[in-house]
């Protein structure tokens, strides 16, 4: 056995079993060598290999404290994060996709504040939210979407958030959520294949091939938030990158 390979496993039971929340961040995909030289087939499955390479490479590199092991994880690259400087952030357009795993409307604001902190941005220009699908059975309606909406609209009262939009919506769903919201959307982005993103399944598999560790604690997604910075004037992306929140199942 590499050796290598079972210092990473010893680190990540250690670190992962103390562990009750679990923060990601991909780094700027743009800048991923390793995972630039990959064709994912889909958003899920590019999410996948980022998960699992940001959390080897994390862990190859961090070693667990002697004690007080901390109850929240922040798993990230430094030298693979592009923070934005005050003198380019007028050039630059900073647009976010949250998908919601949880009708949790107070996620919204944690994701917002974490990659607003992450970019070193004290606005992003644009949020468009993916709520959770209702239940087997039940469909999506307003009275469904209206507590994240009212999330979002206190960001945008508060100047966090320059534009809310939606996605996947229907037209009536949507003419309803225009004509009862404060702040009106700006947008519908339409795109099935990515609505829900990643299972529960996939996600777990993630974790466990990142950590190999195939018996490592369950873990459950809050939100994946996906987040592009865009150069105005060329059109082109400085960076790309995902940020992550799961918390540990209680057995």
């Not at 934005?84 to 996620?107: A, N, W, Y």
């Not at 994240?148 to 003419?175: C, F, M, N, P």
């Not at 399944?201 to 950590?211: D, I, L, N, S």
Request: with cysteine; charged share 25%.
């Amino acid at each position: 056995m590499d050796p290598q390979n079972t210092n990473s496993n010893s680190e990540a039971k250690t670190l992962l079993t103390h562990a009750k929340t679990l923060r990601l961040h991909t780094g700027n995909l743009v800048n991923r060598s390793r995972l630039k030289k990959k064709c994912p087939c889909s958003p899920s499955e590019e999410l996948q290999d980022c998960i699992q390479d940001t959390l080897s490479d994390w862990l190859s590199a961090t070693k667990p404290p002697s004690k007080d092991f901390p109850d929240t994880l922040d798993c990230s690259i430094p030298q693979e994060t592009d923070a934005i400087t005050p003198e380019e952030r007028e050039e630059l357009r900073v647009s976010v996709k949250l998908f919601l795993c949880e009708s949790v409307p107070s996620s919204i604001r944690d994701a917002v504040e974490m990659v607003c902190q992450t970019l070193a941005v004290s606005q992003l220009d644009s949020v468009i939210i993916a709520p959770p699908w209702p239940l087997e059975g039940d469909s999506q309606s307003l009275a469904h979407l209206q507590p994240a909406w009212e999330e979002l609209e206190a960001l945008v009262r508060s100047q966090q958030i320059a534009a809310i939009g939606t996605s996947d919506l229907d037209k009536d769903l949507l003419e309803q959520l225009y004509n009862w919201a404060q702040v009106k959307p700006s947008s519908n982005q339409v795109n099935l294949a990515s609505c829900c993103l990643m299972s529960a399944a996939r996600f777990q598999e993630a974790v466990q091939e990142g950590t190999q560790d195939l018996s490592i604690a369950d873990w459950r997604l809050e939100w994946v938030l996906r987040y592009s910075i865009i150069v105005k004037s060329r059109g082109i992306i400085k960076a790309k990158g995902y940020l992550v929140r799961a918390r540990k199942a209680i057995p």
